[in-house]
Nanobody
């Protein structure tokens, strides 16, 4: 049974930092591409960051230079370090595992950036 469990969300002031974690089970983690998406109220879900099996990373323009995605294949974990957070980063953040056109989603974790 595939499970992706996100954690680390919360309330943070503008300019602050958060680190999201996603624990994967039930898959051969190292052969999956992993990604973080987010969905703000009234908006479509959007790709935030992606990391391939070999560690190549890509980012949405809106988060480049502020967010860093990483993975630990030994622990079946993927992370999203978020710095210099802005109110427009407020959203539910979802972890995704993808391989050969099949995607698995986590349940999401809320990130709220507000003073």
């Amino acid at each position: 049974q595939v499970q992706l469990v996100e954690s680390g969300g919360g309330l943070v002031q503008p300019g602050g930092s958060l680190r999201l974690s996603c624990a994967a089970s039930g898959i051969m983690f190292s052969i999956y591409a992993m990604a973080w998406y987010r969905q703000a109220p009234g908006k479509q879900r959007e790709l935030v960051a992606h990391i391939s099996r070999d560690g190549t990373t890509t980012y949405a323009d809106s988060v480049k230079g502020r967010f860093t995605i990483s993975r630990d294949n030994a622990k079946n974990m993927v992370y999203l370090q978020m710095n210099s957070l802005k109110p427009e980063d407020t959203a539910v953040y979802y972890c995704l595992a993808g391989r050969l056109g099949v995607s698995r989603w986590g349940q999401g974790t809320q990130v709220t950036v507000s003073s």
